[in-house]
């Protein structure tokens, strides 16, 4: 649950009450109106916003209720986050904003260049990696950010709005790569999205209404 | 994939349960999870980045920084030029000990010392002592074509070394009578030339050479034979410039000198002091002033500069905060931001305030900046301080991000 007090007549209940396991390998989709809660939903299972009752568990950890230390770690090394409008370091390159999470997790900078060129090849950015992302398209954009997201192998990815400022063709093609590269190493991966193509990947879609989440 | 064709809603019960948490002997603590490897080269590849690829948003910090050093190098300069100036010429002068009249001042430039006539006879006669040279001189007004300039006129003797210019730039260096020797910034001063004529009181005097060193800022050093300084109704002394033997410690000779009647004995180095002291006095606070206002102002806009900037690109902070990049990385690149553009306005400004003496030394040469190593150097650590502690404003407020943020952008 949590539970926002922006000081006006009455508390704000982003997130009621919400049960949710995803497996590994599993996509799961949540759909949901504006205000639904999935922003905030989402900021909790990405480890970013602790909830005020509950518990999140990861890999065996309540995150809910570890230190902040290991919340960062995890965030770096078990989470793959997608967000909208690809969001990225504007003065790195597409190849240095992949590269960067593999050097924060201890990869020399060499080899973490080498396998963020690797990554953004598979992605369909071969000779793309140079660029700074002011000169990528938004669908390029966002395969750099699926990139990023699954260098480390992660336990599960959170893609919040991943096709919401894209074309048809570009939206379908970021959600199957990020459906493939995900799925394929095993990490599970939950989707928050208003779009309606996106549930035709997953295993499962659920609904976030007024904090409640049910399967749609 | 198949996706579930049938809606439920949550008052209804669940077709299938989640399964529940794990009891509380199988939970495990939390492990201990590397939370990111601080790479100094990440910390600088980060800053390094942006301040490269957006130059002019920082323009204004490393201005600040490069215009707080110039200024400050400039002042300090100016100041120990000054300070240099004031004792350059009484400086070549040889002894270690400096008789003056007693009850004083000891200031060659601001005030006037009259020992008696036989003043040096009397002290060659104390026990110790190796030699003594009397220098005579007294403050007067030189005179051209209505222009007057103040100067501490020096008497030469007609075969002694003693008391003759530190350098001569053209011309000689001992006047004969009738003639006098002036400081080349007297000269451009004045406007005259080799073999111009001066008015001293009621003598007229042919510029026969020109001479450096003898700018003292607030007036200069000329020289004149013995004889002139006479028909000027000097036949005294002002000063004794004594040398002890061997066998005699400086304090000893102090001690004896000061035994005699109008005299005041001091080392060499307290009269050069003494004579430093006045423009210690009223420069030495302006110094300080200016100092403080340059590196209050470019503190102030650095500290600014970095916030706005930093804040401008605060959802980048908040994304590598989000995406798990140790908190020391992200607030280093902060830091380090601050650091590249404090260090590029040091450089900058330790370029600009070198050239700048140097113009200001062709431009006006009565002010001469002496920069020392140490100076430069001080300077240098001060700004990289003052900027590191600027830099330390953006990086509070990073330190303050929410890094859930980024779902809100």
């Known amino acids: ?216 | 994939m198949e996706r579930e064709s049938h809606a439920q809603r949550l008052d209804a019960p669940p077709e299938e349960e989640a399964p529940p948490a794990p009891p509380v002997a199988e939970r495990r603590h939390p492990p201990a999870i590397p939370t990111g490897r601080l790479s100094t080269s990440i910390v600088l590849e980060l800053a390094w980045q942006t301040v490269r690829r957006q130059p002019g948003r920082y323009v204004a910090a490393v201005g600040a920084v490069a215009a707080a050093v110039m200024l400050v190098l400039i002042a300090g300069g100016l100041y120990l030029g000054l300070l240099d100036a004031m004792i350059r010429y009484p400086r070549s002068l040889p002894g270690a000990i400096v008789v003056a009249e007693a009850g004083g001042s000891a200031t060659m430039l601001h005030s006037s010392s009259h020992l008696a006539r036989d003043a040096a006879e009397t002290i060659r006669k104390i026990p110790g002592v190796a030699s003594a040279y009397e220098l005579y001189g007294r403050l007067a007004w030189l005179e051209r074509e209505g222009r007057q300039a103040l100067v501490y006129l020096v008497g030469v003797g007609r075969q002694s070394q003693f008391g003759l210019p530190a350098h001569v730039v053209t011309g000689k260096a001992r006047p004969d009578f009738d003639e006098i020797v002036v400081d080349e910034v007297l000269a451009r001063d004045l406007g005259v030339r080799m073999g111009d004529m001066l008015k001293v009181g009621v003598v007229d005097l042919r510029i026969v050479g020109i001479a450096a060193g003898g700018n003292a800022v607030l007036g200069t050093y000329a020289f004149v034979q013995q004889g002139t300084l006479v028909l000027e109704g000097i036949q005294d002394p002002s000063y004794v410039f004594v040398q002890s033997g061997p066998e005699v410690t400086v304090d000893e000779m102090l001690v004896r000198l000061d035994q005699e009647d109008g005299m005041h004995a001091m080392t060499r180095e307290a009269f050069l002091d003494a004579n430093q002291a006045l423009t210690r006095q009223i420069v030495l606070p302006l110094i300080a002033i200016v100092v403080g206002i340059a590196c209050a102002v470019g503190g102030t806009i650095v500290g600014l500069t970095l916030y706005t900037v930093t804040m401008e690109r605060r959802e980048e902070y908040g994304l590598m905060k989000a995406l798990g990049l140790p908190d020391r990385t992200v607030l280093g690149a902060a830091f380090a931001q601050g650091g590249i553009a404090t260090g590029a306005g040091v450089v900058l400004g330790l370029v600009l305030g070198w050239v700048s003496s140097i113009v200001i030394s062709l431009v006006e040469p009565r002010f001469v900046t002496t920069m020392p190593t140490w100076l430069t150097i001080g300077v240098a650590l001060g700004a990289v301080v003052a900027g590191g502690l600027a830099s330390m404003i953006p990086v509070r407020a990073v330190a303050r991000i929410d890094p859930a943020l980024v779902f809100r952008v």
């Open chain 1, 1 to 216: 649950m949590k539970t926002w007090d922006p000081g006006g007549p009455a508390p704000i209940h982003a997130v009621v009450d919400a049960s949710l396991v995803v497996e590994c390998g599993e996509t799961v989709v949540i759909t949901g109106p504006s205000g639904s809660g999935k922003t905030t939903l989402l900021s909790i299972l990405g480890a970013l916003l602790r909830p005020d009752r509950g518990e999140m568990w990861l890999d065996g950890v309540d995150l809910a209720a570890a230190p902040e230390s290991i919340r960062q770690g995890t965030r770096l090394r078990k989470i793959g986050f997608v967000f909208q409008r690809g969001l990225l370091l504007e003065n790195l390159s597409a190849r240095q904003n992949v590269a960067l999470v593999l050097e924060a997790a201890g990869c020399d900078r060499p080899i973490a260049l080498v396998q963020a060129t690797e990554l953004l090849e598979r992605l369909g950015l071969a000779g793309r990696g140079e660029l700074y992302p002011g000169a990528l398209s938004p669908g390029e954009r966002q395969r750099v950010a699926v990139a990023r997201a699954v260098a480390l192998t992660p336990k599960i990815v959170l893609a919040d709005e991943p096709t919401a400022h894209l074309d048809t063709a570009s939206g379908g093609q970021v959600v199957r790569e990020l459906w493939a590269l995900a799925t394929g190493s095993g990490a599970g991966l939950v989707i928050v999205t208003h779009d309606p193509r996106v549930t035709e990947i997953a295993d499962r879609v659920l609904r976030l209404e007024d904090g409640y989440l049910f399967s749609a």
